[in-house]
């Protein structure tokens, strides 16, 4: 993958959430955030997170995503959108530029050589039972 830097991440972000929430309608609202929350700290989203990674599940990003959400009241709409599509960019721009399970191999620039091998005359004979 080739490196970027977080400016032009933030960029792409922005301009990927712009075409999936094209009006003001499509950003979520205070009390969505709020329900987002509330569900991180029912049992069954703890036990999964403990579950799937060893550890209680962090709710603080969805408090602030909570607390932003009420920051930006009395804004006008179109502003409170840009508002958050720049937050929600700067997120998935960090998030995708740091350390993920998902780097564990990189990818080629080209095919490798060479690769199937080539069969040879020279293939033990394979006994088969019948």
């Not at 990927?16 to 069954?44: A, I």
């Not at 060893?54 to 603080?60: A, L, N, T």
């Not at 960090?94 to 050589?113: A, C, F, I």
Request: hydrophobic share 35%; glycine share 4%.
């Amino acid at each position: 993958m080739a490196s970027v830097d977080l400016e032009t991440a933030i960029k792409q972000e922005e301009d990927y959430l712009r075409k999936v929430h094209p009006t003001v309608d499509d950003v979520p609202g205070c009390m969505t955030l709020f329900d987002e929350f509330l569900k991180c700290h029912v049992l069954g989203t703890q036990i999964k997170s403990l579950y799937r990674h060893g550890r209680m599940s962090e709710c603080g990003v969805k408090k602030e995503d909570f607390k932003f959400c009420m920051s930006l009241k009395f804004m006008h709409p179109e502003q409170k959108r840009d508002a958050w599509i720049r937050r929600r960019a700067e997120w998935w721009a960090h998030r995708r530029l740091g350390k993920s399970s998902e780097n564990v191999w990189d990818m080629r620039k080209s095919p490798l050589s060479d690769w199937p091998p080539a069969l040879s005359d020279n293939v033990p004979d394979v006994e088969t039972i019948s």
